[in-house]
């Protein structure tokens, strides 16, 4: 059987320091997706550096805006990026074809499902999909956190076996990285809840993320039976090493929740920030949704309801406290729940199968 591989390469992996493209690592990384697949796998590819690479191309005659120059350099850059990528696969008689999406694309379930469909004919037919965000539409309030975002969606979406995310850093320290007593932290198992209070909040020198979103995304993705892998894409080598079953890489990998949840689930995880309302619960209801055995969110344990939505819109779910508890899927609209509210209504606000709740 196949096994499907989400490969992210961060900006700063595709990048010389002057901005430009290195052309010299990104035909190493093909050669070894090139040899990944020989192996059998099916490998998407989610690869920044569109910005990057037109802001080496292009040089504006007059001062633009944050999102005028964002928008031109990803026109131009992704231009150049794509046509770099097609001619290096070719050498390999690989085909590969764009994705270019937007956070929009993930909102609703029909777009989802369509984007999903046409990464599915293209993998049918041997065709390698290279994902970027749409930088060129995209707006600040649309845009992704940054690509670590857009690959973790991209993993659950398709159902890969893993996600490896190469970065400019060997994985996730035990402590300040710059510090010669900080260790590599080998494994994190699912029930590690304290992987965040090690990163640091230092964000990538072209890129929009740092570790800290690559945990956070990695964390998530891992819970959902994802096995993800943070490892450094500086060093050669590192993406056909790291997928060895006995090979001992320097890495960090996260290891898969041994219990995963459905595609609906998945998709609903990750819809956090297209939510459109608010729901807190009691105590009662917390206890309930938090115990092991699947639930739906009933009316009987709602207390307040903020947010102007409709059935099937994405809402937040809180305890009483204001702690966010999980992410649910609408089964009615905001003026109907509204007035159900502390009812015993036969249907339910949340329906479990639309429902994930947070480790």
């Not at 090139?34 to 005659?61: M, N, T």
């Amino acid at each position: 059987m196949t096994k499907r591989l989400a490969v992210k390469v961060g900006t700063n992996v595709l990048t010389r320091a002057d901005g430009t493209l290195n052309v010299t690592r990104m035909s190493a990384l093909v050669d070894q997706i090139a040899e990944l697949r020989g192996q059998g796998f099916a490998v998407i590819l989610i690869s920044s550096g569109a910005v990057a690479s037109g802001k080496s191309e292009i040089r504006p005659d007059h001062r633009l805006d944050a999102v005028s120059a964002r928008q031109l350099y990803a026109s131009v850059g992704q231009a150049k990026l794509i046509n770099r990528y097609y001619e290096l696969f070719r050498e390999h008689i690989i085909h590969c074809g764009q994705i270019l999406t937007t956070k929009e694309n993930f909102g609703s379930r029909r777009h989802y499902l369509n984007q999903k469909h046409c990464m599915e004919v293209m993998l049918d037919n041997g065709v390698i999909p290279i994902v970027n965000e749409n930088d060129a539409v995209s707006v600040t309030e649309l845009m992704f956190t940054d690509n670590d975002e857009l690959s973790g969606l991209i993993a659950a979406m398709m159902g890969v076996d893993a996600l490896v995310i190469l970065s400019n850093v060997n994985g996730v320290y035990d402590g300040d990285p710059s510090l010669p007593q900080s260790q590599i932290i080998r494994k994190i198992y699912p029930d590690n809840k304290d992987t965040l209070l090690f990163v640091q909040p230092v964000k990538s020198q072209f890129g929009r993320g740092g570790m800290l979103t690559k945990c956070s995304v990695a964390r998530k993705v891992a819970a959902e039976g994802i096995e993800v892998i943070i490892a450094n894409g500086l060093k050669d080598g590192m993406l056909t090493s790291v997928m060895k079953p006995d090979g001992d890489v320097e890495c960090t990998r996260f290891l898969p929740d041994e219990h995963p949840v459905s595609s609906v689930k998945k998709w609903i995880a990750h819809s956090e920030s297209f939510a459109k309302g608010e729901i807190y619960v009691n105590d009662g209801a917390r206890d309930v949704l938090l115990q092991p055995k699947a639930t739906s969110l009933l009316f009987v344990g709602v207390t307040r309801i903020e947010g102007d939505f409709e059935k099937d819109d994405i809402l937040l779910i809180f305890d009483a406290s204001g702690k966010q508890l999980g992410v649910g899927c609408a089964g009615f609209g905001a003026d109907e729940a509204r007035r159900r509210i502390g009812t015993r209504s036969a249907k339910p606000l949340v329906h479990y199968d639309y429902l994930y709740i947070e480790n």
